[in-house]
């Protein structure tokens, strides 16, 4: 991708100023899209952005500069401009020299998506299209769209370390539009994974079609989502986004250092039912947020933290661990070589639970049952978030009843912690997505069991 | 880079096309810069340079696409004939093509202010840092500032197509931003305040500082009230938002695609009467103005709504064709994607009656000072809303105490007839629709 000797020169001229550590990022990334919509594959889309981003750390001053020219000369004016904005440090450090430490991949790649026809992927939204529409003479629209990547990058840095990974993910998603007497509704199915085009010996399409138009028909049917207080039953894989934004945001260290974390010293402390444990787990196999290094060249890590209800660490970029006297956990993340690092999550989730999913619901008189949360947000320092419902149903005295319409869930992070009262034992990863912190996006996983909050507060329209 | 030499990129890819093909090809570059600063010292500079292309080709009926994040000469040519091949693939629609020179002159809006280029590095973040520092002494009870950021972007770029498209943009632009924390007891708020401008010497630091205060300060205390039917007086930045969403559900696009839920009423009463509601990207005081769309055809004053009559969807190209009229001066893009349909500078024409004369004629509502959620609650397709939101209560026509853990709920349809004043406080904000206070009837909020 680069020469290495154009890598460790670049190191060398962004510390001249006075910088105590350099970074060099490089990132060749190739994209390729398909979208069908209204019957039509409407256009094939294919990208390609190559740059470098440069870092420099005096203090706590970091300076960046970022090119999309990667020869010699670029990187040295990147890595000028870079060390310009880290002046005034004490000087003298040398860079360690390079020596190449590759991490494991989480898993293999059997077909790259690059190798497959343009055909044989647009081939499969026709599928898509035929299947949902099939599903019900009330589907009045479909989209349907296939998303390759392939992502190169590179991370040096002046202690020394070289790595690189290549990463590639593949993705299909499928929308539908269904019309009835109450107006129109959709609804929405994705999968994807850091594989490639394998990825459709695993799923068929027609499958993930059908569900999106179901989503949509039963939709048709469903009543205003009610006002209010009750006990909220989460599925299996459904509501993992919930524990991502309301506990994982607040568990990453750059939130926690500026006190703008609802966690801040909490270390140790009991924050929920014994039987809760959260994981963020960058080395799941074919997850959607797997890596075998993070963006500053950090093998990924399995990181528990909560175990046993019991608050055990945050997740740690390079430089809030270097503050701490300690080693990141491999969460050091960026969107591209246009951005710096900072703490991200990866696959986050509730461990498995031992109880019988069916016997959750039927200890339920009266609440609200969410089989898919759409997206959400959460205000890291209150621990305030909110969610969209995709998929909900009422649950009427013990069994789960007539699907409601789109709603809002909103609640308080610490306060579902604590409220999480049984955990069913059929634990599932939920659908791919992409978290945004700061105006970045990166792809992240999440799952839960089932499980029962004892009251969250449901935004509907019925009285 | 400047616009013209940006021109000639697109020219020479353009240049390239064979018979019977159209071509279109954008180019962009820009520069930007960001300061972030964190109690008194620099947490980081960034200076950036990028620049793209994206190209469209339509040849036999079919339309494809590729972009590039370089401008290196061969990559242009691999990214022409990679789009070319992508046409190959996608279905004939006989209503592809790119824009054609529809006549309409482009207006004249001054964009582009050449006091940013001579706004030093030092200056930048003094700014910055004078920005966390009012913060921090706005109010014993501000415990931190977040971040506290100055930032600004020099952007260029151009279009040209076989189809006799020529055109070029560039503006400047700054911002301020802080996030602050404010604290009582155990409890913590957070807040946020902003100021953008084409220069520096237009941003307005004390304002900025300000509403970051009284953004985190005034939630203090609050409490999660009981679900009740309510009048709602949402604030400027909240009526913005939701502009944003009712302009998607009046673009051709989802009009076409069967999902606009104003599809079938152009000529219908969907709104209030004292609701008209215009998308104006010629508009100088809009921060989001701009004198060409994304296909470089003349930006244009289009009423959407007018005394509550639905009167327009706006169009691209494809969509204006496909529906039988012609682009409105609506195409939105990057360099890439393909153009979509979308509001440039959305607002409400506003009534004459300030903020407080709205609240003293309510007997029992809520001051809407933030929503949470929006995206994930608002469904465009059907219209049904439920959102995440705090404010402050409204008793006899005064401000009472802060709630927040609510939501407030109901349909886009419902929400517009319901909409019992407009106010006279029209605000631009950085984003593409502008603000107003707005009164609206019989909304459910959820509480306990």
């Not at chain 2, 400047?172 to 913590?188: F, I, N, P």
């Not at chain 2, 005394?307 to 969509?319: A, C, D, I, K, P």
């Not at chain 2, 349909?411 to 984003?431: K, Y």
Request: proline content about 4%; aromatic content about 4%; charged content about 20%.
């Amino acid at each position: 991708m680069i020469d290495e000797s154009v890598v460790s020169g670049t190191l060398s001229e962004a510390l001249k100023t006075g910088g105590e550590f350099a970074e060099v990022f490089v990132e060749d990334r190739r994209s390729s899209s398909a979208l069908l919509d209204d019957g039509k594959v409407e256009e094939l889309t294919s990208g390609r952005t190559r740059g470098a981003g440069i870092r420099v750390v005096v203090g706590e001053t970091t300076g960046f500069a970022h090119t999309s020219d990667l020869s010699e000369a670029g990187m040295a004016k990147a890595a000028r401009a870079a060390a310009a904005a880290a002046r005034g440090g004490g000087g003298g450090h040398q860079i360690v020299a390079l020596s190449r430490v590759d991490a494991p991949a989480p898993n293999e790649i059997e077909v790259l998506p690059e190798t497959v026809a343009k055909a044989t992927k647009v081939e499969l939204l026709g599928r898509a299209d035929e299947a949902a529409r099939a599903a019900g003479s009330a589907i009045t629209q479909v989209s349907a769209r296939y998303a390759d990547g392939r992502r190169r990058i590179l991370v040096a840095n002046s202690d020394g370390l070289l790595a690189g990974d290549d990463q590639v993910r593949t993705r299909f998603a499928v929308s539908c539009v269904a019309m009835g007497d109450t107006g129109m509704q959709t609804g929405f199915e994705s999968v994807g994974r850091p594989i490639g085009f394998e990825l459709f010996d695993e799923y068929e399409v027609d499958e993930l079609a059908r569900t999106a138009a179901n989503r949509a028909l039963t939709k048709l049917a469903a009543q205003p989502a009610p006002s209010g207080s009750m006990p909220v039953v989460i599925g299996p894989g459904g509501g993992g986004v919930l524990f991502h934004e309301a506990c994982g945001h607040g568990l990453e260290a750059d939130l926690v250092a500026k006190q703008a974390s609802v966690f801040r010293n909490r270390v140790g402390e009991q924050v929920a039912h014994p039987e809760v444990t959260l994981i963020d787990d960058g080395t799941m196999a074919r997850e959607w947020g797997a890596y075998a290094i993070d963006d500053e060249g950090r093998p990924a890590q399995r990181n528990v933290l909560i175990e046993n209800g019991v608050l055990t660490d945050y997740m740690w970029d390079l430089l809030r661990a270097r503050k701490e006297g300690r080693d990141s956990s491999g969460n050091g993340r960026r969107q591209s070589y246009q951005h710096l690092p900072m703490v991200r999550m990866t696959n986050t989730y509730l461990a498995n639970g031992t109880d019988d999913p069916q016997d959750i619901i039927a200890a339920t008189d009266r609440g609200v049952y969410v089989a898919h949360l759409g997206g959400g947000q959460v205000n890291t320092a209150t621990g305030d978030f909110v969610f969209g419902m995709s998929e909900a149903y009422l649950i009427e005295n013990g069994q789960i009843g007539p699907p409601i319409r789109e709603g809002n869930l909103i609640g308080n992070g610490p306060e579902v912690l604590a409220g999480i009262e049984v955990l069913g034992n059929d634990f599932a990863m939920g659908s791919p997505g992409t978290c945004g912190k700061d105006g970045q996006g990166v792809p992240v996983g999440d799952g839960t069991p089932t499980l029962r909050v004892a009251s969250m507060t449901i935004g509907g329209t019925a009285a | 880079m400047n616009p013209e030499e940006l021109l000639e990129i697109a020219e020479r890819i353009v240049g390239w096309g064979r018979d019977g093909e159209q071509i279109e090809a954008v180019v962009g570059h820009s520069q930007e810069t960001e300061v972030r600063v964190y109690e008194g010292e620099i947490e980081s500079l960034s200076v950036a340079e990028s620049q793209g292309v994206g190209i469209r080709v339509i040849a036999d009926g079919r339309q494809g696409f590729a972009h590039a994040g370089t401008l290196d000469p061969e990559v242009l040519e691999e990214t022409l004939a990679e789009a070319r091949d992508n046409t190959v693939f996608g279905s004939p629609d006989e209503f592809f093509g790119l824009a054609e020179p529809d006549g309409v002159e482009p207006p004249e809006l001054d964009l582009y202010n050449e006091a940013l280029l001579e706004f030093g590095t030092e200056a930048k973040i003094d700014m910055a840092l004078e920005l966390e520092r009012l913060v921090q002494a706005g109010d014993p009870r501000i415990v931190g500032v977040e971040s506290a950021d100055y930032g600004d972007a020099l952007s260029a770029d151009a279009i040209a197509t076989t189809t006799g498209i020529r055109s070029t943009g560039r503006d400047t632009s700054c911002y301020l931003t802080a996030y602050s924390l404010a604290s009582e007891g155990d409890e913590t708020q957070t807040g946020f305040g902003f100021s953008v401008g084409r220069e520096p010497s237009t941003l307005d630091v004390a304002v900025a500082a300000k509403d970051a205060v009284e953004r985190a300060t005034r939630m203090l205390g609050a409490t999660q009230p009981s679900s009740e039917r309510v009048t709602v007086v949402l604030d400027p930045f909240v009526t913005a938002q939701f502009l944003g969403i009712i302009g998607s559900t009046l673009s051709g696009e989802a009009v076409l695609k069967g999902r606009s839920l104003f599809a079938d009423r152009l000529g219908d009463q969907v709104a209030a009467p004292i609701v008209t509601l215009v998308d104006d990207p010629t508009n100088p005081e809009a921060f989001t103005a701009s004198d060409a769309d994304g296909e470089g055809l003349a930006t244009r004053r289009n009423q959407l709504i007018g005394v509550g009559q639905l009167e327009r969807f706006l169009h691209n190209s494809y969509t204006g064709r496909r529906s039988g009229s012609a682009s409105t001066g609506s195409a939105v893009r990057g360099y890439a994607s393909t153009p979509g349909v979308g509001c440039q500078a959305l607002s409400l024409v506003p009534g004459d009656q300030p903020p407080e004369e709205l609240i003293a004629g309510i007997d029992n509502g809520v001051l809407v000072q933030g929503v949470s959620g929006l995206h994930s609650g608002v469904n465009p397709v059907s219209g049904d809303f439920s959102t995440g939101a705090e404010g402050l209560r409204i008793r006899n026509g005064e401000l009472a105490e802060p709630v927040r853990e609510i939501t407030i709920a109901s349909t886009l349809q419902r929400m517009l007839l319901d909409v019992a004043a407009v106010g006279s406080d029209l605000t631009w904000l950085p984003m593409s629709s502008a603000g107003v206070s707005l009164v609206v009837a019989e909304v459910t909020m959820s509480g306990a």
